[in-house]
């Protein structure tokens, strides 16, 4: 086999994406109108399938602190956090998600994916356990994979494959690590958080949750699903993004463990990489205050999402058991799926469409999110667009 021969299956992909009337993954921006619309295709459209829950990214105080911190800092750090890229506003970020999440230690990584890719890399080596649910993100697979652990991997959301895969590591399972997400971002539901930690309470294990999509959304203070369960003395390690409802983009890690702090001197995706500019940590600090005094937005992302689930309900749409402010329409035809994400674009209405072998369980999805930015008018252009395709593609209870 030659080197670029492993192109040949994306080659297909491509050609196939091509030769749809719009290609799903190739769609421009060409202007950011507002925190929830955007010109696409020449057409003002409602941005319904994003991750910006809070609405933050026009926030005027997040921009006026970015502009402050390019002004003043400069476009970039140009080096490690080990090297020449901590400011002491990466240090002051780190302080202020400690107080924020109420937990002693704090690390800021330069993406997300790079915080799972860190942490899951340090904690765990080639002699080590590590339990995974099946829908976990790409990063916390691919952070366990790196790691050489054994992977287990358990049902979605099930607190007896867990408890049965704990159970067959006998004396292991103490030491084994259990990695598991708040909200999921795919079909919006949300993990048994309690019966995990129930289950670890029995069989022993270090739990790690990321909260990438749950953060600024549950829990009084907006800290996530872990406090929304009152479990922050039962979770190990929480991870987490800014690139969702902080606006920004970066990640971050807190823990009750003082191991944290050698994570630094043990992993390669934390130290091996230029660390955020100075501008998105300003951006990121703003736009967690605002999650902390952000019961008002948080009451308005809410609000639209139950607005936009009891319409989705009344169509007849096969969607998830929970409300969230993440709603995935599932469909048995890819084809269907992807001629009522078209015609949703052409209506105006952008939304994420997920195809095999990215949606869970071999199925197709439409996946829609709305955010507190969206005003109850555009929540109701929404769900007019969705009536409309909906009826005309024989979808839902409207055939
Ligand atoms: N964890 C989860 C659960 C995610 O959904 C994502 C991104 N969608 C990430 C981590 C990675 O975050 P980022 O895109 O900020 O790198």
Partial sequence: MSLFSKFDAAAALESTLSSMPVNPTSIVISNVVSASEAIVNGRTTIMAGTNNYLGLTFDADCISAGQAALAETGTGTTGSRMANGTYKEHLQLEDELAVFFDLPHAMVFSTGYSANLGILTALLDVDDSVLLDSEGHASLYDGCRMSGAKIYRFKHNDPDGLAKRLSRLGEKAKDALIVVEGLYSVRGD?????????????????????EA???????????GLVEEY????????????????????????????????LVRYASRPYIFTASPSPSVIATTREALKKVQQGQGLREK???????????????????????????????????????????????????????????????????????????????????????????????????
């Fill in 190 to 210: 949300c993990a048994p958080l309690k019966e995990f930690v129930d289950v670890k309470a029995q069989y022993g294990g270090i739990l790690l949750v990321d």
């Fill in 230 to 261: 009152d479990l922050m003395n039962d979770v190990d390690f929480i991870v987490g993004t800014f690139s969702k409802s902080l606006g920004s983009i970066g990640g971050f890690c807190v823990s009750k463990h003082p191991q944290l702090k």
């Fill in 301 to 399: 992302v809410w609000r639209n999402a139950k607005h936009l689930y009891e319409a989705f309900v009344e169509l007849g749409l096969d969607i998830g058991p929970t409300v969230s402010p993440v709603i995935g329409v599932s469909f048995q035809d890819r084809e269907k799926a992807f001629s009522c994400w078209q015609d949703l674009l052409s209506l105006g209405i952008y939304t994420n469409l997920i195809l095999p072998p990215a949606a869970p369980d071999g199925g197709s999805l439409i996946r829609c999110s709305v955010t507190a930015a969206h005003s109850e008018t555009q929540v109701d252009s929404i769900i007019s667009a969705f009536k409309k395709v909906c009826k005309e593609r024989n979808v839902g209870r409207l055939n």
């Fill in 213 to 223: 999509h749950s953060l600024g959304l549950y829990g009084e203070n907006g800290r």
